[in-house]
């Protein structure tokens, strides 16, 4: 990508061939590509409010044998996405095909990430009360709508700051945003491959609205 390479000063003679790009992405560990995404965000001075949220990307059909041979049965990713609402930066993904309940994810992406946070905002999907507490300790203002089981809960939800709540459909424009400029398809045949692949299409897209 022509643009990705003025950005990072290079010139095309400088890069490998594409296949052997493409074979070395295969031995590099997840690890590799956080840290890729980590520093693709800090090109951008983030806001005060955060957001999450989550999508499914549609993996690659393989061939029948292929999926049988490899238990391929699952047709999608589910991908949950950090994202700043002020500049649209994704600050972190986190990739499964067993559809985890996204309490369970979101504390897992949350606590990895609390020095990026100020205010967090999220849908009830995210309603535990454990991951509020953690996020008040560690001085991050959750601003996640609770399920309304009593008049309580209600209470509660009437009590957020609107303005604050209704800015976490920056992420749904971000996955949009994603899957109109890269595909809405994984196009990698093993699972490992296709769970960093967003991770891949997030820190590029940070690198080209990069400043």
Request: hydrophobic letters at 35%; aromatic letters at 8%; one cysteine or more.
């Amino acid at each position: 990508m022509h643009g990705i390479v003025e950005k990072l000063n290079l010139e095309m003679s400088e890069l490998p061939d594409f296949t052997t790009v493409c074979a070395r992405k295969q031995q590099l560990k997840m690890a590799v590509w956080r840290t890729l995404l980590r520093l693709s965000a800090d090109l951008h001075d983030t806001g005060d409010v955060q957001a999450i949220d989550a999508t499914g990307f549609d993996r690659y059909s393989a061939s029948r044998h292929y999926a049988n041979r490899t238990d391929y049965t699952f047709r999608s990713v589910k991908a949950t996405a950090l994202v700043d609402c002020e500049t649209s930066t994704v600050l972190d993904i986190h990739c499964s095909m067993k559809q985890p309940h996204d309490t369970r994810v979101g504390r897992q992406v949350l606590t990895r990430n609390l020095d990026r946070l100020q205010t967090v905002t999220a849908d009830k999907g995210y309603d535990w009360n454990d991951l509020r507490e953690e996020l008040r300790e560690a001085d991050v203002r959750p601003v996640i709508k609770h399920r309304e089981f009593s008049p309580l809960d209600m209470a509660h939800n009437a009590r957020h700051d609107d303005d604050t709540y209704h800015r976490g459909s920056i992420v749904e424009a971000v996955f949009f945003a994603l899957k109109q400029r890269y595909g809405d398809m994984l196009r990698a045949r093993t699972w490992f491959g296709q769970f960093r692949e967003p991770v891949l299409k997030a820190a590029v897209r940070n690198v080209e609205l990069a400043p």
